[in-house]
């Protein structure tokens, strides 16, 4: 089974920039369309960006378009989130996972933006 590990997760003020990465174990990783999602406190984990297998497409949240760029790395078997522009309500610990949900989630990365 794929196991996924987060990182790069922070404490950033209104207007910064973080890259999250998130590493995947096995040799799957490059046959699947992966995903960010994200759960602020109380809420329900929802979408954030997704990426075709070979990073030509790339698909994202009304709520971070313009503001975030996902982007991968077959060679290395890793995923990224570039974050620029950032706003209080992107707080929230992301997870990155296969489009369709259907890894075992990883332990996620905190992301904290202050005003």
């Known amino acids: 089974q794929v196991q996924l590990v987060e990182s790069g997760g922070g404490l950033v003020q209104a207007g910064g920039s973080l890259r999250l990465s998130c590493v995947a174990s096995?040799?799957?990783?490059?046959?699947?369309?992966m995903a960010w999602f994200r759960q602020a406190p109380g809420k329900e984990r929802e979408f954030v960006a997704r990426?075709?297998?070979?990073?030509?497409?790339?698909t994202y949240a009304d709520s971070v378009k313009g503001r975030f760029t996902i982007s991968r790395d077959n060679a290395k078997n890793t995923l990224y989130l570039q974050m620029s522009s950032l706003k209080p309500e992107d707080t929230a610990v992301y997870y990155c996972?296969?489009?369709?949900?259907?890894?075992?989630w990883g332990q996620g990365t905190q992301v904290t933006v202050s005003s």
């Open positions: 996972n296969r489009v369709s949900r259907t890894l075992d």
């Open positions: 096995g040799r799957t990783f490059s046959s699947y369309i």
């Open positions: 990426i075709s297998i070979n990073g030509a497409i790339t």
